[in-house]
């Protein structure tokens, strides 16, 4: 059963800016998206779950250099995209 992402406008707001400033990462980033939305816990998005003040929120690999944050509802099939950004950005 497919997974169904949740693009909350500030997720979208940040998206936009990152990909703005980044555009050499697109095609990467739309192949995460697919990939999340078919199997999350497929071993190329390097999906973990996060600690400290990020608790409860997990995080997948667009490349090595940038990830997505998100809040993974696996009863739901839901998945919530938090934030984007290079690794010291995010967490």
């Known amino acids: 059963m497919p997974y169904r992402l949740i693009y909350p ?4 707001h940040r998206a936009r800016k990152f990909l703005k400033k980044h555009p050499q990462i697109i095609g990467q980033y739309e ?4 990939l999340l939305e078919l199997n999350p ?5 390097r999906l973990h779950s996060l600690q400290g003040q ?3 929120l997990s995080s ?3 490349n090595m250099s ?3 944050v998100l809040e993974l509802v696996i009863q739901e099939h839901d998945i919530l995209l938090v934030d984007i ?3 010291d950005h995010v967490y």
């Open 54 to 56: 990020l608790i409860g």
């Open 85 to 87: 950004g290079n690794h």
């Open 31 to 34: 192949k995460t998206l697919e």
């Open 66 to 68: 940038y990830r997505i």
């Open 60 to 62: 997948v690999a667009i």
């Open 41 to 45: 816990h497929h071993p190329s998005l």
């Open 9 to 12: 406008h500030s997720y979208l």
